[in-house]
C-alpha cells in the first residue's frame, strides 16, 4: 500500500477563524467546507470522490462484491398490510426496484393493484414515499414525497378508486404526519414557513405550526390550528382519535422524548385544551375509549409502563395504572380488536404480551425466534393484527394475528439465496470501564476459528434513547459469506434498557458510550474473534461520531473506520437545520460546562490537535442533500484526517450526489455504496474470502 504522505489528498486550504468559547479561543480552518454550494467546497468534493472512486478501482474483488450483494438484494419484499375503509394497503419490492410499490386490495388473496409507484416519479429513483395517510372511508390517500433524501416533504392527495392524485399540493413539510377527520373532508399536518432561497437545505427549522387542510382548498387557505410564537422549539403533531370525537396534539421539544399532549374535542369546537404540560414525562397516545385516554409513559417508570387518563376527570390522583412497569423495557403498546397489545425489548430482542383493556395479561404472543417483530396495529374493533419478525438471518417475514384465537400465521416470507443453518448468532454480555455490563450480538459462520484473524465488522449507535435490535440485511450477509464476523453493541444512550439506560449515555455522561464501544472492541480482540489489524468499526449520524471519536481516542485498536454521515463538529452542530434538537443529547456549547465535554470528545477538534498522529484506513461517507447532519461536518472532518495523517493508511471520502442522510435511499444507490465500501474492508483489512462469495 502506498504512503499517505505519497498519497496526493486534494488540496483544502486552511482558513484564520477563530471563535471565542467561554474565553476558550478554538481555531476552525475549515470553517468554509460547510458551504456545501460553494464552486470551491464542489471543487474539493469532485476531487476526493476521483481520489477515492480511483482507489476503489484498484480492487478486483469489487465487481463480484456488488454482483453477489445485487444477486441477494433481489428478492421479494413486503410492508405490513393495513386495514382501511373494507380494503387493504401494503408496499411491495420485487427485488431490485429502488423504492417499494403501493398496492391496494380488496382482499388479501385478491390481486392487488398498484395505487403508488414512486418509481415512475424519477429516472433515477430518488422519488421516496415518505408517509401516507388513508381516510376512513378509504377513498382518499394523502401522501408524502421526499426528494433526493432531503428531509423536506411535499403532500398530494390521490384518489383511491382512480389513481388520479388530486390538485391539492402542500409544501414545506418536515416531521409531520397526516391526520384525516372521520368525515374524510381534510387532514391535520405540521408545516415551517417558507425559508429563505438558497438556504434550504441548512437553515434552521423553528416554529412548526399546525394546520387543517379541507380538500380542494389552497394551502393559503388552511386553517391555523395551533402555534406558539414563544417556543420557536415546539412542534405539533396531530392525531385524530378513532372515533373520531378527539384531536391529540403531542408537542415535543428536541429530541427528547419528554413531551406535552393536548386535545381538542372535534364535536365541540372549542378551544384546546392542556392536558399534559411541563416536558417532565413521555406521554405517547395509545387510543381512547370514551373519554378514557391510554398512554404509555415514562412517569416514575424508566422502562415504561400503560396507565388511563380520563378526560372528565383530569387530576393526577384519578389516573389510573392498567401494565404496570416490567422487567423489560416497554417500546410500543396498541388497542387493536378489544385487547391492549403491548410490545417489549428484553435483552435487546422483542417480547409481545396481550391484555384485556384493564391490563390483565391474556397471553404472550408466540414469536419465531429471539429476534425483532413490530406492527401490531389496527382498529379496536378489527379481528386481526399484522406483525413483520426478522433477526440477523431471517429476512424479514409478515405474518397475520388472529386476535380472538391468538394464532399467527405466515402471510409472506422472503426467499433468500442463501443458507441460514450455516450462521449462528451468540448474544454476549461484557464489562464497560465503568463496570457496567452491556449486551452485544456476534454473529458468524458456524464453526469459526478464534485465532484473531478473521475480518470484524463492529457496529454501534449509542444515542436518542434508539435500541438496536436484530434484523436481517443482505449487506451483513455478504459480509458473513465473505468470512466476516458482524457485531452489533448495545450501547448506553439507546433505548434498550429504558430512559435510565438512555441517560447514561448523554451530555456529561457521553464519554460512557464511547467506553462502551472501545470495551466492545477490547473484548472481541481478547478472546480472539479478530486482532486490531482486522478489526473495523461502523455507525451512522449518531453512530459517525461514535466510531469518529473513538478512532481519535484508541487509533491504534481499529484497522479500518466508516462513519457515515456523523456529527463530527460538536460545538456548531446546533447551528444547522434541525440540529439544535439533538442538545438534549448532546448539550450545546453555548455552555460553558457542555462545552468543556464536547471540546474534550469532538472528532473534528481532536484531529485538529493530532497533527502527525498515525490513524486507521478510514472511508468517510456523506451526500450532497443531507439537510439532517449537513454534509459540511464530513468534509470537515475528512479534511482535517487528510492532514494529520502521519500513517500509511488511506483516509477517502465518498459523497453521493442526489442523496441524503439515508431514508428513501434508491436500492441501486445502496448497493453501489454497499460494494464500494466492502471493497475498501478488502483493501485494507485484507478479506481473504472476498473473491469466494
Known amino acids: 500500500m502506498a504512503n499517505s504522505s505519497a498519497r496526493n489528498y486534494p488540496v483544502a486550504r486552511t482558513v484564520d477563524v477563530v471563535d471565542d468559547y467561554h474565553g476558550t479561543p478554538v481555531a476552525d480552518p475549515y470553517r468554509w467546507l460547510e458551504d456545501a454550494d460553494a464552486p470551491e467546497t464542489a471543487a474539493w468534493v469532485e476531487a476526493e470522490n476521483a481520489l477515492t472512486f480511483a482507489f476503489l478501482d484498484q480492487v478486483p474483488e469489487r465487481e463480484r462484491i456488488k454482483q453477489r450483494l445485487t444477486q441477494l438484494w433481489n428478492y421479494e419484499r413486503y410492508g405490513l398490510p393495513f386495514k382501511q375503509g373494507g380494503a387493504y394497503f401494503y408496499s411491495r419490492n420485487d427485488g431490485l426496484q429502488n423504492q417499494p410499490v403501493l398496492y391496494v386490495t380488496p382482499t388479501l388473496d385478491a390481486p392487488a393493484r398498484v395505487l403508488l409507484d414512486p418509481n415512475t416519479l424519477s429516472a433515477d429513483g430518488t422519488v421516496a414515499l ?238 419465531p425466534g429471539l429476534g425483532s417483530a413490530a406492527g401490531f396495529a389496527g382498529r379496536f374493533d378489527d379481528a386481526e393484527t399484522f406483525f413483520a419478525y426478522t433477526d440477523f438471518v431471517t429476512p424479514t417475514g409478515i405474518y397475520r394475528y388472529d386476535l380472538e384465537r391468538g394464532e399467527s400465521t405466515l402471510f409472506k416470507a422472503p426467499t433468500v439465496d442463501f443458507d441460514p443453518a450455516a450462521y449462528e448468532t451468540e448474544q454476549v454480555f461484557y464489562t464497560s470501564k465503568d463496570g457496567t455490563r452491556v449486551p452485544m450480538f456476534v454473529v458468524h459462520k458456524k464453526g469459526l476459528r478464534k485465532d484473531g484473524s478473521a475480518p470484524t465488522l463492529l457496529y454501534g449507535y449509542g444515542g436518542f434513547n434508539i435500541p438496536l435490535t436484530p434484523g436481517f440485511s443482505v449487506a451483513t450477509l455478504v459480509w458473513l459469506e465473505m468470512g466476516g464476523v458482524y457485531v452489533v453493541a448495545n450501547l448506553r444512550g439507546g433505548g434498550e434498557y429504558g430512559e435510565e439506560w438512555h441517560q447514561a449515555g448523554v451530555k456529561l455522561n457521553k464519554q460512557n458510550v464511547f467506553d462502551d464501544f472501545i470495551a466492545a472492541a477490547e473484548w472481541l480482540v481478547d478472546k480472539k474473534y479478530t486482532s486490531p489489524g482486522k478489526l473495523a468499526i461502523a455507525g451512522g449520524s449518531n453512530g459517525g461520531l461514535l466510531v469518529g471519536a473513538c478512532m481519535t481516542q484508541r487509533p491504534e485498536l481499529f484497522g479500518a473506520v466508516l462513519p457515515a454521515v456523523g456529527v463530527m463538529d460538536m460545538l456548531r452542530y446546533h447551528k444547522f437545520t434541525i440540529g439544535w434538537a439533538w442538545a438534549d443529547d448532546y448539550g450545546a456549547s453555548d455552555d460553558a460546562e457542555m462545552f468543556r465535554t464536547l471540546y474534550a470528545y469532538s472528532p473534528y477538534h481532536r484531529l485538529l490537535a493530532m497533527q502527525g498522529a498515525k490513524f486507521p484506513a478510514t472511508l468517510v461517507t456523506t451526500a450532497d442533500h443531507d439537510d439532517r447532519v449537513v454534509p459540511g461536518h464530513s468534509f470537515k472532518f475528512a479534511a482535517a484526517l487528510q492532514a494529520a495523517q502521519a500513517g500509511d493508511a488511506p483516509v477517502l471520502i465518498r459523497v453521493d450526489v442526489r442523496a441524503g442522510h439515508g431514508a428513501g435511499k434508491p436500492t441501486s444507490k445502496m448497493i453501489e455504496t454497499q460494494a464500494d465500501v466492502y471493497a475498501f474492508l478488502v483493501k485494507v483489512l485484507g478479506v481473504a474470502d472476498a473473491a469466494r462469495i
Open 130 to 367: 415518505s408517509g401516507m395517510d388513508v381516510s376512513e372511508d378509504g377513498k382518499l390517500m394523502a401522501y408524502q414525497l421526499a426528494v433526493a433524501g432531503s428531509d423536506w416533504n411535499k403532500i398530494h392527495v390521490r384518489d383511491v378508486a382512480t389513481g388520479k392524485d388530486l390538485p391539492d399540493v402542500l409544501e414545506w413539510i418536515k416531521w409531520s404526519g397526516m391526520a384525516w377527520t372521520k368525515d374524510g373532508k381534510g387532514f391535520y399536518y405540521g408545516r415551517y414557513d417558507e425559508p429563505q432561497p438558497g438556504h434550504e437545505l441548512e437553515a434552521a427549522n423553528y416554529f412548526q405550526k399546525l394546520y387543517y387542510h379541507r380538500i380542494g382548498s389552497a394551502q393559503s387557505d388552511d386553517v391555523l390550528v395551533y402555534k406558539r410564537d414563544d417556543q420557536k422549539e415546539w412542534n405539533f403533531s396531530g392525531y385524530v382519535s378513532e372515533d373520531g370525537h378527539y384531536l391529540i396534539i403531542t408537542v415535543g421539544k428536541g429530541t427528547d422524548h419528554k413531551n406535552q399532549v393536548f386535545y381538542k374535542d372535534l364535536r365541540q369546537g372549542g378551544e384546546v385544551v392542556e392536558l399534559l404540560t411541563g416536558f417532565a414525562s413521555e406521554y405517547s397516545f395509545i387510543g381512547n375509549l370514551g373519554a378514557k385516554f391510554y398512554f404509555k409513559t415514562d412517569l416514575d417508570a424508566p422502562r415504561r409502563r400503560v396507565i388511563v387518563i380520563d378526560v372528565e376527570r383530569p387530576e393526577r390522583e384519578s389516573w389510573r395504572e392498567i401494565v404496570g412497569q416490567q422487567a423489560e423495557t416497554l417500546e410500543g403498546a396498541g388497542l387493536v380488536g378489544g385487547v391492549l397489545v403491548t410490545q417489549y425489548l428484553a435483552h435487546a430482542h422483542s417480547l409481545v404480551k396481550v391484555h384485556t383493556v384493564d391490563g390483565q395479561l391474556v397471553r404472550e404472543v408466540a414469536l
